[in-house]
């Protein structure tokens, strides 16, 4: 049997080195050592604020206490995401976290929507969303477990403060062992054989020694690129945009449960709703706008007055050929970037934390092993990679220098394939593995224009007068339930209330 391994370190804390740490401390045997190297002085990037619904595997795994979690990080509920303008100036769209319809009636539900519209049903797909409804009206409501409950499609995810979300994991990962080291990486060692790291030392001249290093110092890959040359695959052909503003700005109405996304000129804006302020950016291309032009656009379009002066950012979109290399193992901006325009940031933080965990080395760190994630997380960041990409070549905004450029540029074969199949039958073409399921394809697909020119031959089987009533009557018990949810704000006072109540009855 192969030795185990005992010492981990991760260099850098943020977003990413605090959820390594807090999944790390509660996964791995209390005999591992787990080091984090982490400088007060470097400041975290931050923009990943809005998470995805598989946040719930990462809260699950390391047993979150979500009532202290929103209390901390002045968290808001997200039922999705609403896009404004990326096919006209007004028109507007909504992702949905949940699912269309309800299951049952033998066929796929979008498959009988698209039948009932070719024999003139004119209800939008919106209609048949709990979970946009809810959003549209600032409510929110948790999915009941019973699968034929209309509540049972309701999704969400989380809005966090991300600095305040570091610090909660930075609590619980020392509070079960996590040694953090004040300081910034002066050198690195490596084995003479075969080239592995064996320890970083500080600029103070803390030597941290380990047999397995994970590379969270973003966007400088400081051991993935800088030690282990793991090359970059770049994909600015496709996502041009390659700089971001962020800034926040004074809440001052209610906070509305969904995250926004603008498209403008020469990119997008996010809008993110907290307890206490509104996250906003601007990402942008630089060839088609000025940094100036940037500020300009972003500090006219805040809901309030800003609390900060925008904080530039610089990134290229792609990833890295190869993210686990010797005994390093790169998680978070370190491995690549992906626009946060889906919120898929802290989702790959938590795909590559999954990921090794399950194939979680022994102190000979197995090569096999590095390949097998290497495979498995480049087919993550590439199914988002397309997903992202259908929403810049799907834009209706003609007569802008970039979108004009994304609407005709040549897309993966991948991509194509997909909105091909869409276009011709309505069939959404999925793998088991891919991150985003049917009803955001649906969502995105029909939300940008795209319409499907056929059905499913199976979807013949329906009665075409039965299937019309029974989308009628579905539209209008969404529409009935929608109002009878709890406000949003409402939801999260009672959920924060718990962790305050649990405060004073320990004090």
């Given at each position: 049997?192969a ?6 370190v991760i ?27 982490e400088?007060?002085?470097i ?16 809260n699950?795994?390391?047993?979150l ?5 929103a ?9 999705g ?10 028109d507007?769209?909504?992702?949905p976290?949940?699912q269309?319809a ?17 024999g ?7 209609a ?5 409804q ?9 999915p009941?477990?019973d699968p ?10 989380w ?9 909660h994991l930075r ?12 300081g910034k ?15 970083l ?7 941290l020694?380990?047999e397995?290093?994970?590379d969270?110092s ?6 993935i690129e ?9 994909w ?11 800034v926040?700005?004074e809440?001052?109405?209610e906070t509305t ?15 993110i709703?907290?307890q206490?302020r509104?996250g906003n ?8 706008i ?21 904080r530039?950012?610089?990134?290229k979109a ?8 010797g005994?390093?193992v ?6 690549g ?56 070549h ?5 007569g802008?220098a ?11 074969d ?8 869409y ?15 049917e009803?955001?394809w649906?969502?995105v ?53 718990e962790?305050?109540g ?6």
């Amino acid at each position: 049997m192969a030795e185990r391994l005992n010492k981990v370190v991760i260099l850098g804390g943020g977003t990413a080195g605090w959820m390594t740490a807090a999944a790390l401390s509660k996964a791995l045997p209390a005999t591992v050592s787990i080091q984090l190297l982490e400088s007060d002085e470097i400041g975290i990037v931050g923009v990943g604020e809005a998470t995805i619904p598989t946040i719930h595997w990462f809260n699950d795994l390391i047993e979150l206490d979500e009532a202290a979690f929103a209390r901390s990080t002045k968290a808001s509920f997200k039922l999705g995401i609403e896009f404004v303008g990326w096919t006209g100036p007004e028109d507007r769209y909504f992702h949905p976290f949940g699912q269309y319809a309800v299951p049952g009636g033998g066929q796929p539900f979008h498959q009988r929507w698209l039948k009932a519209r070719r024999g003139g049903l004119d209800r939008p797909l919106e209609a048949f969303s709990l979970t946009t409804q809810v959003a549209h009206q600032n409510r929110f409501a948790r999915p009941t477990g019973d699968p034929r409950s209309i509540l049972s499609t309701l999704g969400f995810a989380w809005h966090f403060d991300a600095a305040l979300y570091s610090r909660h994991l930075r609590t619980l990962s020392e509070a079960r062992g996590v040694r953090r080291i004040e300081g910034k990486l002066a050198t690195v060692e490596r084995a003479p054989d075969d080239g592995r790291v064996t320890a970083l030392t500080t600029q103070r001249g803390d030597r941290l020694a380990g047999e397995l290093f994970i590379d969270c110092s973003g966007f400088r890959a400081l051991l993935i690129e800088g030690e282990m040359a793991a090359g970059f695959e770049d994909w600015s052909h496709w996502l041009p945009c390659d700089r971001a503003l962020a800034v926040p700005c004074e809440r001052l109405a209610e906070t509305t449960p969904y995250t926004r996304a603008t498209a403008r000129e020469a990119g997008w804006q996010w809008r993110i709703p907290l307890q206490h302020r509104i996250g906003n950016g601007y990402v942008y291309s630089s060839a088609h706008i000025e940094d100036g032009a940037a500020i300009d656009t972003l500090m006219a379009n805040l809901d309030g007055a800003p609390l900060a002066d925008p904080r530039p950012l610089r990134f290229k979109a792609g990833r890295r050929r190869s993210t686990w290399v010797g005994n390093v193992v790169a998680i978070g901006l370190s491995s690549g970037f992906l626009e946060p325009l889906e919120s898929t940031s802290i989702h790959l933080i938590q795909s590559g934390i999954a990921k090794l965990l399950s194939l979680f080395p022994d102190a000979d760190v197995d090569p096999a092993l590095a390949r097998r994630f290497n495979r498995l997380f480049a087919a993550d960041m590439d199914n988002v990679k397309d997903f992202l990409i259908l929403h810049y070549h799907a834009n209706g905004r003609v007569g802008e220098a970039l979108w004009d450029h994304c609407r005709t540029m040549a897309i993966p074969d991948t991509l194509a394939e997909r909105i091909g199949h869409y276009r011709a039958s309505g069939r959404l073409m999925l793998d088991p593995e891919d991150l985003f399921r049917e009803a955001s394809w649906l969502a995105v697909l029909d939300g940008q224009g795209i319409r499907a020119e056929g059905y499913s031959p199976l979807a013949d089987t329906l009665d075409a007068a039965a299937d019309r009533q029974a989308l009628d009557q579905l539209a209008g018990l969404i529409a009935r339930a929608a109002p009878t949810l709890p406000g949003h704000d409402a939801a999260i006072q009672t959920l924060i209330g718990e962790a305050a109540g649990r405060v004073a009855a320990t004090a």
